[in-house]
C-alpha cells in the first residue's frame, strides 16, 4: 500500500535551516504530487507548498515563499522540504502527504510527522 | 487566501449523541472541501471528500454536506473512537487552507 515515511526529530537553533526527509513506497513516485503540511504546538494545520516529482513544477504558500524550498530525488523515491531563517515560530510537526485520488485534491495518504524544535 | 471558519471550537458530547460541526468559507468554494479526524500524536486522516464523499473505509456513521460557503460534518451515532480534533480544508484555491479545528471531547 502507498506509504510515506519521514526522517526523524531535529533540534535546531534560531537562524539555521532544516531539512526533512519523505520516503515514499508502494507507488510509482512520480504518479502523485507531494504536498507539505505543518503544525504548530496545540494549532491548525498550514500547507506549506507541493511539488510535481515528475515534472519538478512546485508551489509554495505566499507565507513561506523564499524560506521554504521542496525538491525531489525520483531514483531514490524521496521527497524534501528545506525550511531556512528558522525562528522559534518554525517550531511544529512537518508532515508531507499525496493525494491519490483521482477526482478529488485531498490528502489521503499522510507521513508520520517530523517534529522540528527551534530552540537557543 | 480564503479563509475558513469552525464551529464550535470545541464539543463536549456523550456515546451515542449526534453531533454536527459547521465549516465556512470567506467566499464561494462550490464543492471543493474535506474533512479529516486527527488524534493526538497521529497525522489527520481523511474522512470525507468533495463535500459528502466518504471515504474508502471510513465509517458511515459520518456523513458531509453543503456547497457555496457553508458546510456540515455529521456524526450519527458517536462511538469512543470518534473522540478527535476534526479539521475542514477547502481546495478551491491554493494556499490550501484549513479551519481551526472542532476538538470534540466527551
Known amino acids: 500500500q502507498v506509504r510515506l515515511i519521514q526522517s526523524g526529530a531535529e533540534v535546531k537553533k534560531p537562524g539555521a535551516s532544516v531539512r526533512v526527509s519523505c520516503e515514499a513506497s508502494g507507488y510509482t513516485f512520480t504518479a502523485y504530487a507531494l504536498h507539505w503540511v505543518r503544525q504548530a504546538p496545540g494549532q491548525t494545520l498550514e500547507w506549506m507548498g507541493w511539488i510535481n516529482p515528475a515534472t519538478g513544477n512546485r508551489g509554495y504558500s505566499n507565507k513561506l515563499q523564499g524560506r521554504v524550498t521542496l525538491t525531489t530525488d525520483t531514483s531514490a523515491s524521496r521527497g524534501y522540504m528545506e525550511l531556512s531563517s528558522l525562528t522559534s515560530e518554525d517550531t511544529a510537526v512537518y508532515y508531507c502527504?499525496?493525494?491519490?485520488?483521482?477526482?478529488?485534491?485531498?490528502?489521503?495518504?499522510w507521513g508520520q510527522g517530523t517534529m522540528v524544535t527551534v530552540s537557543s | 487566501d480564503i479563509q475558513m471558519t469552525q464551529s464550535p471550537s470545541s464539543l463536549s458530547a456523550s456515546v451515542g449523541d449526534r453531533v454536527t460541526i459547521t465549516c465556512r468559507a470567506s467566499?464561494?468554494?462550490?464543492?471543493?472541501l474535506n474533512w479529516y479526524q486527527q488524534k493526538p500524536g497521529q497525522a489527520p486522516n481523511l474522512l470525507i471528500h468533495?463535500?459528502?464523499i466518504l471515504q474508502s473505509g471510513v465509517s458511515s456513521r459520518f456523513s458531509g454536506s453543503g456547497s457555496g460557503t457553508d458546510f456540515s460534518l455529521t456524526i450519527s451515532s458517536l462511538q469512543p473512537e470518534d473522540f478527535a480534533t476534526y479539521y475542514c480544508?477547502?481546495?478551491?484555491?491554493?494556499?490550501?487552507?484549513f479551519g481551526q479545528g472542532t476538538k470534540l471531547a466527551i
Open positions: 467566499r464561494i468554494i462550490t464543492k471543493y
Open positions: 468533495s463535500a459528502s
Open positions: 502527504a499525496v493525494m491519490t485520488l483521482p477526482t478529488a485534491e485531498a490528502l489521503d495518504v
Open positions: 480544508q477547502q481546495y478551491s484555491n491554493t494556499p490550501y487552507t
